[in-house]
C-alpha cells in the first residue's frame, strides 16, 4: 500500500494569512506516460462527508475558491490557502489515487489563531 | 445535481451484521463505481472497496476481505455495503463515494453512522 503521510498534524494560522500542508506518499504517484499525478485534496468540516477540492494535484474542483491551490509531483504534494478565511476552519486529506488502493493521509486539522 | 443518499444511522451488537445502502442520482448509475470508506470516531479515513455499477466487479480492502460484501440494483440505482461479524471497534461513520477509479472520489454521501454495542 501507498502510505500517505501529511505535516504538521495541527496548523493554526490568522485570518488573512496563509496556510500551507503537506503531503508525502511512500512511492511515486506521477503516471509516466498520462503525465499526471493522481493526488488528491479534501476538505472535511465536522459532522459533513469530505468534499473534493483539487484533483491531478493541482486541478481545483469547478466551485473552489481560488485561494486553495494545489502544487507538487512525484512524492511531495502541498495544499496552500493564501488567505485564510473563517469558513476554512477544517480537517484536510490528501489522498492518492493512483495505486491499489487508494489511500488517503492521516489529516491536517486547520484551526484560526 | 450528482446526489448519493444513504440510509439511517443503526445500532448493532457484537457478531451482528450491518447492511448500509446508497441511492445514486443526477447521473448515468453503470458509468461509475462506488467505493465505501469508514471513518471511526475523531480518526481518518479508510478505504474499504470498490463495486462496479457497471457489471458488479468488486474489489475488497484487504482488511475487510473475508466479512464485506457489496451489490448493486441497477433498477433502483442503489448500491449496499454489507459488514458482517461486527465489533466494537466497527463503530464508525461509513461513507459512499462516487468513484471511475480514475478520478477521486466525488461527490459522497452524507454518512451513515454504525454503533456497535452491547
Known amino acids: 500500500d501507498i502510505v500517505m503521510t501529511q505535516s504538521p498534524d495541527s496548523l493554526v494560522v490568522s485570518l488573512g494569512e496563509r496556510a500551507t500542508i503537506n503531503c508525502k506518499s511512500g512511492q511515486s504517484v506521477l503516471h509516466s506516460s498520462k503525465k499526471k499525478n493522481y493526488l488528491a485534496w479534501f476538505q472535511q468540516k465536522p459532522g459533513q462527508p469530505p468534499k473534493l477540492l483539487i484533483y491531478w494535484a493541482s486541478t481545483r474542483e469547478s466551485g473552489v475558491p481560488d485561494r486553495f491551490s494545489g502544487s507538487g509531483s512525484g512524492t511531495d504534494f502541498t495544499l496552500t490557502i493564501s488567505s485564510l478565511q473563517a469558513e476554512d476552519v477544517a480537517v484536510y486529506y490528501c489522498?492518492?489515487?493512483?495505486?491499489?488502493?487508494?489511500?488517503f493521509g492521516q489529516g491536517t486539522r486547520l484551526e484560526i489563531k | 445535481q450528482v446526489q448519493l443518499v444513504q440510509s439511517g444511522a443503526e445500532v448493532k451488537k457484537p457478531g451482528a451484521s450491518v447492511k448500509v445502502s446508497c441511492k445514486a442520482s443526477?447521473?448515468?448509475?453503470?458509468?461509475?463505481?462506488i467505493s465505501w470508506v469508514r471513518q471511526a470516531p475523531g480518526q481518518g479515513l479508510e478505504w474499504m472497496g470498490w463495486i462496479s455499477a457497471h457489471n458488479g466487479k468488486t474489489n475488497y480492502a484487504q482488511k475487510f476481505r473475508d466479512r464485506i460484501s457489496m451489490t448493486t440494483d441497477t433498477s433502483t440505482s442503489t448500491v449496499y455495503m454489507e459488514l458482517r461479524s461486527l465489533r466494537s471497534d466497527d463503530t464508525a461513520v461509513f461513507y459512499c463515494?462516487?468513484?471511475?477509479?480514475?478520478?477521486?472520489?466525488?461527490?459522497w454521501g452524507q454518512g451513515t453512522l454504525v454503533t456497535v454495542s452491547s
Open positions: 463515494a462516487r468513484d471511475n477509479q480514475v478520478l477521486p472520489f466525488d461527490p
Open positions: 489522498q492518492q489515487y493512483y495505486g491499489n488502493p487508494p489511500t
Open positions: 443526477g447521473y448515468t448509475f453503470t458509468s461509475y463505481g
